[in-house]
């Protein structure tokens, strides 16, 4: 897809979700709603979308590159045109949030557990080219294989900084079996995160 293609394309969007955004405020029919806007965003490529309650509008939409550099800014690019709509707000990505650090996964037996993140503890590593690697040592995750520790991570570290920060500043996220005497003299609890974060783009 050529520049002025997609210039096109998302134009067309624009057009077709100001005429349309009223059934994704006041949602009759969520299948339906689905539908019409899978067969808009995702003939931009394999994004997935979220409608949510804003902060300073009533409704957001979120176009989530799903972790990709990329599609992120393809996303971006979507996101630079929306219109100024007075009960919307938009986002390339999946932003930070406030929450309270709850959860809820189903452990092998398909029961759903609360996992409480404010007991991880976290490190950042600088890699030679000024990424930052995210370890973390959680004691209550034992009952997750490791995809579900993958999923989990990224959706703490999202939730924290945000996707697009993520995917800008992040080199990798692992989990540590143990914390070993020099990790210990500057672990911090994972509420510190998005401080220390901010901190360190400052110097970047």
């Given at each position: 897809m050529t520049s002025a293609q997609l210039k096109n394309k998302i134009d067309e969007f624009w057009n077709w979700f100001v005429a349309n955004e009223e059934k994704f405020r006041i949602i009759t029919d969520p299948h339906l709603a689905r539908e019409m806007l899978d067969n808009q965003i995702l003939q931009f490529g394999v994004f997935s979308w979220e409608i949510g309650e804003g902060k300073s509008k009533p409704h957001t939409l979120t176009i989530s590159?799903?972790?990709?550099?990329?599609?992120?800014?393809?996303?971006?690019?979507?996101?630079?045109?929306?219109?100024?709509?007075?009960?919307?707000?938009?986002?390339?990505?999946?932003?930070?949030?406030?929450?309270?650090?709850?959860?809820?996964?189903?452990?092998?037996?398909?029961?759903?557990?609360?996992?409480?993140?404010?007991?991880?503890?976290?490190?950042?590593?600088?890699?030679?080219?000024?990424?930052?690697?995210?370890?973390?040592?959680?004691?209550?995750?034992?009952?997750?294989?490791?995809?579900?520790?993958?999923?989990?991570?990224?959706?703490?570290?999202?939730?924290?900084?945000?996707?697009?920060?993520?995917?800008?500043?992040?080199?990798?996220?692992?989990?540590?079996?143990?914390?070993?005497?020099?990790?210990d003299d500057d672990i911090k609890s994972i509420v510190e995160m998005r401080f220390e974060f901010e901190q360190l783009l400052d110097k970047m």
């Open positions: 590159p799903n972790g990709n550099a990329n599609m992120l800014r393809r996303s971006q690019a979507i996101i630079g045109e929306a219109p100024n709509l007075k009960d919307w707000e938009f986002f390339a990505a999946k932003p930070a949030r406030d929450w309270d650090y709850v959860l809820e996964m189903y452990d092998s037996f398909m029961v759903k557990q609360r996992i409480n993140i404010a007991d991880w503890e976290y490190l950042f590593r600088m890699t030679p080219n000024f990424k930052i690697r995210i370890l973390i040592y959680a004691e209550n995750i034992d009952f997750l294989d490791e995809d579900d520790k993958r999923s989990a991570s990224d959706f703490v570290v999202n939730s924290i900084i945000g996707e697009a920060d993520k995917i800008d500043y992040i080199d990798s996220i692992e989990f540590i079996s143990f914390v070993n005497e020099t990790q």
